[in-house]
T-cell receptor
Framework: QKEVEQNSGPLSVPEGAIASLNCTYSDRGSQSFFWYRQYSGKSPELIMFIYSNGDKEDGRFTAQLNKASQYVSLLIRDSQPSDSATYLCAVNIRGNTGKLIFGQGTTLQVKP | DVKVTQSSRYLVKRTGEKVFLECVQDMDHENMFWYRQDPGLGLRLIYFSYDVKMKEKGDIPEGYSVSREKKERFSLILESASTNQTSMYLC????????????FGSGTRLTVV
């Protein structure tokens, strides 16, 4: 079992819809969780992080964490074509060493 | 604006050459990392460093070495470049605890011919 798993997609949604990106992780002691957006040919940029169970909202983005189910998700409301990118889930596993474990990424396509 | 700076955006080298990729961060981060990214394979960790003069192997260290003589600088060295090292190389830094996640550099697209 991979430490961090994401569906590679592509996930295709129409403009204005809600995009839901999901990530599961294997280490129950994981402490912090990150979502990165990566445009084609560019480096990843941090868009959200979450440390506690529940929801965290920032503009059109909401991160959701359920530690009991070992599940973290990213919701993008009112999706725009500019949101089309690969979204990487990353987890800081127990021990807090600062090394993140990345999923393979989910490609999101927002169609006008 | 805090930054991780990679010295080259695009690089073309010949097989057998010794290649240096430089990364500098201005955030006083303890941790620095080198990844390569290839289509379908995701981010793969080559080496990382938690402190000056300290290094640890990642998942794919073969054919690479690193140097960290100063806190802000982390260099990746390809001792004898090969065509299978053609890739996007990404440098990242983070605080020791990992809070705040990684900040990535803009990447170096290396082509070995």
């Amino acid at each position: 079992q991979k430490e961090v798993e994401q569906n590679s997609g592509p996930l295709s949604v129409p403009e204005g819809a809600i995009a839901s990106l999901n990530c599961t992780y294997s280490d129950r002691g994981s402490q912090s969780f990150f979502w990165y957006r990566q445009y084609s040919g560019k480096s990843p940029e941090l868009i959200m992080f979450i440390y506690s169970n529940g929801d965290k909202e920032d503009g059109r983005f909401t991160a959701q964490l359920n530690k009991a189910s070992q599940y973290v998700s990213l919701l993008i409301r009112d999706s725009q074509p500019s949101d089309s990118a690969t979204y990487l889930c990353a987890v800081n596993i127990r021990g807090n060493t600062g090394k993140l474990i990345f999923g393979q990424g989910t490609t999101l396509q927002v169609k006008p | 604006d805090v930054k991780v700076t990679q010295s080259s955006r695009y690089l073309v080298k010949r097989t057998g050459e010794k290649v240096f990729l430089e990364c500098v961060q201005d955030m006083d981060h303890e941790n620095m990392f080198w990844y390569r990214q290839d289509p379908g394979l995701g981010l793969r960790l080559i080496y990382f460093s938690y402190d000056v003069k300290m290094k640890e192997k990642g998942d794919i260290p073969e054919g690479y070495s690193v140097s960290r003589e100063k806190k802000e600088r982390f260099s990746l060295i390809l001792e004898s470049a090969s065509t299978n090292q053609t890739s996007m190389y990404l440098c990242a830094s983070s605080r020791h605890t990992g809070s705040g996640g990684y900040t990535f550099g803009s990447g170096t697209r290396l082509t070995v011919v």
